[in-house]
Structures are given as C-alpha cells and as structure tokens.
C-alpha cells in the first residue's frame, strides 16, 4: 500500500476519501451475498465511532507514506500492538505482564532508533508523528472492539466503519479541494487508486473477517507480521528505498519483539486453559 500510496499523486486526504469511496459497493455487495440479518442502530454505535477512528487513522498513515521513509512509516504503525498493551490496563482493567513490559521497552528501543535515524536523514518530524498518531489510533480501535459486548456480524461491522470513515473525511475533502485534480491522474495512477479501494480495502477487510472461521487467532497473528515485512520489502524494491543498520536493528527489536511477545502470551493462555480443564475433568462431581 506503501507503494501504490508513493505512486499516486494526490494529497493523503484525498486518497483516503477515495479509498473508502471506492471500496464502499464491493463491500456492499458482499455484505448482500451474505445475507447479513438487520440490526439495531444501537448496536452499532461502537463500529460509528471505530470508522470516525479509521478515516483519521488513514488520513495519517498516508501522510505518513508520502513525508516519510516508507519502510520507517511501516514500522511506526506497526507499535499498534505495544500501544494496544500499554492503554488495555488502564482502559479495560487488563493486568500487564512481565512480557509485555520487556515487549514495550524494546520496542520503544526500536522507535528511537528509527526515528533519531530519519530525522538525522533529513525526513520531517510531521511524517513520523503522523504514522505514529496512525498506529495509536488503530490500536484505540482495537481496544474498541475488544469492549463490545453484543456484536454484529463481520460484513455489517465492515460497510458500517468505512462508510463512516468517508462520511467524516468528506467535509475535510470538499474544503481543501484538491480530489479535483484526479481528473488529471494517468492511467496508471488511475489503475492504483482503483486497486487501492478494491483490492487493498474491500478484498483484504473480507479475506481478514473471513480467516476467523478458518484460522486460530495464533494463526493469523503470525500471519499479520508479514505485512510490515512486505511493505519493507516492497519499498526497497519498487521505490529504491535503502535500508541503513539502525533501521534493521530498529525494526528487528519493534517487529520481533512484539511478535515473541504475542506468541509467548498466546502460549500461556494455551496452557492456562488446558490446565483448566484438565481441573475440570479430574475435579469431583459434588452436585450430589
């Protein structure tokens, strides 16, 4: 996304309109197939607010990827879980363990090396701070829909949040004016904003809410890092990005760190769990 992002030039408010815009009928034609059942507009309150959330967190991501090394505003976001660790205690009255103490000091250890390293490089601090404000907002969404009690389903949750997200964003694009200029787009600016709706919006949210009926959540945590080690990857190839020592060290201890932290948790709520119910089966039964 990083890439297509870098190729298309518009201004990061208007992509982020034109990503919900465009993604909005497909999403809307799946949510159809699948015959989601009517809710109550009460029950979607939770999902209002994480689209208001998710318009703000594009916004500042893409500002991110144009003012910014790519491979620095991927690695930024992706302290999403370490915000996600620090805010749950206190938020949602999650105890913290030792873990996930070393995780954040680590990966705090990451972000300045890679942010003494861009800003020694010239790149602004707005760009930085903006894919870091991008990271914080998503994990607030998270954190969001960790607290909901009564949900609805996965396709509803979808259209509900990026048709918010645009409903937001639109007063922003009509004020600065500069979405007119895609009239003046190539084709191939064109062609990218287009799969940036479809195929990197509305396909990949599907995928995602689908791998939950087919996947463990251990599963598709280990899958989900590949993305930053992609968009990495991506930007070294397609844009001409290099990579310097104090990135990969910075990035090693955000990305590898947090991912140990994930598998270590998952790990220990395995065996908490069979331990329970090993209790369970061996316990007496003194209903009688």
């Known amino acids: 996304m990083g890439v297509f992002t870098r190729s298309i030039p518009l201004s990061a408010l208007s992509l982020a309109f034109l990503r919900a815009l465009i993604a909005l009928p497909v ?3 799946v949510m159809k197939m699948k015959k989601s ?8 309150k939770p999902y209002l607010i994480s689209g208001v959330l998710l318009g703000f967190g594009w916004l500042t991501l893409f500002y991110g990827f144009k003012h910014t090394s790519i491979s620095s505003a991927v690695m930024i976001y992706n302290m999403c879980p370490v915000y996600v660790m620090i805010a ?3 938020l949602l009255k999650e105890t913290i363990s030792k873990i996930q103490i070393a995780v954040i000091f680590v990966s705090f250890l990451g972000l300045l090396l890679i942010v003494g390293h861009d800003l020694l490089e010239g790149y602004g601090s707005m760009g930085l701070a903006l894919s870091a404000i991008s990271g914080m907002l998503y994990a607030t969404i998270v954190l969001i829909n960790r607290s909901i009690k009564v949900r609805v389903d996965n396709q509803t949750a979808t259209f509900v949040q990026i048709f918010t997200a645009m409903i937001v964003l639109l007063p922003f694009v009509l004020i600065d004016g500069t979405i007119l200029t895609v009239v003046d787009l190539d084709s191939r600016a064109v062609t990218y904003t287009i799969l940036l ?7 990949a949210y599907t995928m995602f809410f689908s791998l939950y009926t087919h996947m463990k959540s251990v599963e598709i945590v280990s899958y989900s890092y590949l993305e930053p080690l992609f968009g990495i990857l991506f930007s070294v190839i397609f844009v001409g990005e290099t990579l310097t020592l104090p990135q990969i060290i910075g990035g090693i201890l955000i990305l590898g760190s947090t991912y140990l932290g994930e598998m270590l948790k998952d790990r220990k709520l395995f065996k908490e769990k069979r331990s329970y119910s ?8 003194n209903r009688y």
Do not use: E, Q, R, Y
């Open 37 to 44: 059942d009517k809710v109550k507009w009460t029950l979607l």
């Open 88 to 90: 749950a205690p206190l």
């Open 278 to 285: 090993n209790v369970s089966v061996n316990a007496p039964d």
């Open 197 to 203: 709706g479809i195929l990197h919006t509305s396909v």
């Open 27 to 29: 999403l809307f034609v």
